[in-house]
């Protein structure tokens, strides 16, 4: 969940002056059409201490015309709310059409909070969430925009901001035993946290996840974000309306709503730009020949221990291959099968869907085949299809990949759930890595089977997957089902990464 | 949620052999169109024991072309789905797109069945609900059809059928013990079931409760709304293809989605057609002038002590007022408030929601209006103007009172967790007496404030108003929040039972 934004961002107080000018009397224009809107916008802010939320809203507010809107940093309940169903405070403070209303974690933290405090049992918890969900598709689907920033900061970020505060005599008060108590925390609340955000990321009210290295970067990324969804929502209210009064016209039994839909690919790509997780990647790693070979041997014959040990309980596995062309993913899979008895695994190639499998959900083909208990599942492509080349090449609509997410995290609990160990791994190397090994494919007589004219159609498209790819990993790599990126401009580094990956992750099942 | 399938509806062998003729050609012309249409048709038939489940099929696959529509009844998992995650088995059966696959049971079956048995705790079987949701707006957002009968036979029914088929020596092998048992638990499946449906009924897919107590009127019933989902479904899909084909000329950044809509009210009305709940009542019912001042004063002292009791133990009621017009909802506030001290309640009148309260969603000047613990609230109509007044006047759309069954659900839920006793009253009275009584207002002085042009025009609506409030004594009728249904034309026989049916249900919750 939270591995693409602990990349280091950053934006250059250049970069920052030279577009805020812009931004500013966009934002304006934004809110003042609004103003005359059917809808309001709703900006919650969550995260974690001293993360710059109250510092990016506060820019935020210099930006807009605070006429029209209204900041609420609920705290404990009063007893007058007390005396009330607790959503009574947030129906109170909403923002009606036209307007802006900024929530200070709102009821958001509250089960978080609760929850990491061990205050209430995972059930209720769980219900608390329920109540999030159908509180913000009420919004949504009266067509408010809901936009839910989280603020995040690594751990080892926190523990040095934390250390530097108190170092400076001047700011040397602004660090509470508090703040260290939660700092204590932090594993504990950044896995509720995750568990929180998946559950409650819908396709009309996703969170965004950002990076709370750079103020720059975090608040110029949340400015551009409210201009794009409001520009956005009045584009989508307009067309609605244009096409209700059509469809009235028309079809009159027949009533096409418009979905509410996520902000746009442009505006999310915002929030993206510049560093990726995968630009972020250390792809100059490397293991010699000497080193991989000690540690092939040795992983695969932990792997085949463990393998073993499962097909007794029980227990099956499905590793999930995913990666740029040519990165490798072959190899890799050789290096894991290579430990294990044919009868223990199978390999699952995966390409378009064919006919019939194109007359059911896209999730259907996966369903059905599931192997059966102790069995190793290898996919060789995968369910993510769906958010990378299916987005990318337009094979489904934005409103198909964008609620795919939500279906995915779905699929995987279940099978988490029914004791599947899961492990999905991403194999990235960079362009000209793929490059030059496209060029040894078509030199190489019998590697020239593997490269198509379609492979160099989809290296164009490359920034187009990297969003894809960053998106991906931001909205699933879950607390149970957790992305591995694979460095893999080495193939030794990649293959023994690949290896340990996936001992350690029956390990810890088993 | 079983009330508006208790009122005895039925077919003649007559209607019945007119209407089937028509109705399984217009079925074989919609299946034709389905097998070339990119959706499946799924239908689930839930329900109890003996409720005809089997036959209302058997039928219905006599209509259709069998070769396009597989029937599974889904019993104990076989090792086989044993070993993989719960809904591999509904995965594996779902019919491709332009197909029709019946499913008894569905996936509902499980997790009621298991909770009545109590194999599973509250929080398990939530979660099981929660996947139930998820499955089924994967299905509906992939344009699937969803229609879902619940078979409903009251217990007195069941009890009937049991003991005669016990008298009949040709039948008598029918009734097992298991059967008895069944019907021991009868009230544990009927709440446990209740509470399912209502977590389960979606805009997208939301159940039918179908009376058993007619085989002809159930078979007809499917057949028609099968016949009416394909079509509406059809065309939904046509003009969102329209739509989408036009958008994206038009305006390439904005997605128009079809929402998937519910069956259309025409479709939904068959259900309805003939008795509803309401023509079910009966009228007649009277008290004489000295019953009436007699237990009038007993419920007025029992309502004083248990407000009393309540104030104390700081617990809030919300008495909810909806009935036809002149149906004498002002002389029972009255009757109530009597028994009460002004610091106790508070009366809110609902009339057209103002300028403000229109800038927010609808459901916000009722949140904002809950006042504090120990109150009396009595609403002089309420929330459920949204499906009521605003649905029949059209102002709002279908999509959006479609979805305000469950958005006034999860609203009750939240009150009833907080602890606030709901007591939702509909006072009815037939169309002579409510002639009559309009006649009179015009003619008494005092009174002729009371009637407007309005209250003429709202008459000549009759029908469309018995439609929904059929419907929406079926959607919210819930285990938490049941509706009473008061006869109204003796007022004396109305006023006793609001005062009653009130006391009773504080003595419950206190």
Redesign the interface.
Known sequence: MFEAAEVGRSVTKQEYEHEVAGLRERLLEMQTALRSADFPLIIVIGGVDGAGKGETVNTLLEWLDPRYVETFALGTPSD?ER??????RF??A?P???KIGIFFGGWHSGPIVERVGRLIR??EF??RL??VV?FER??T??H?VLLKFWMHLSKERQRKRLRSLEKDKQQRWRVTPTDWAHFEMYDRFAEVSAHALRRTSTVAAPWTVLEASCRRYQTLTVGRMVEAAIR?QL??RA??KT??A??AA??P???????P?QP?E?AVAVANSGVTILSALDLSLTLSKHQYEARLQASQSELNRLARKAVKR?I?TAIVFEGVDAAGKGGAIRRITGALDARQYRIVPVAAPDQ?ER???Y??RF??R?S??GTITIFDRSWYGRVLVERVEGFC???EWA?AY??IN?YEE??H??G?VLCKMWLHIDQDEQLRRFQEREQTAWKRFKITAEDWRNREKWSSYEHAVNEMIERTSTEIAPWTLIESNDKHHARIKVMETLCAALEKAL
């Open positions: 007058e005396e009330r169903p607790s959503y009574y129906w109170k909403l009606p059409k036209g995972r059930d769980e219900s329920n109540n159908a009420l919004l689907d009266d408010a956005t584009a989508a067309a609605a096409a209700t059509r469809g028309e079809t039994a027949v009533v096409v709503a418009s979905e839909v746009p442009a029980g099956s019939e007359r059911y959900p999730l259907w369903w059905r599931l059966r208990a609509s934005p409103a609620r939500g279906e779905d279940q099978l759930r029914h599947v």
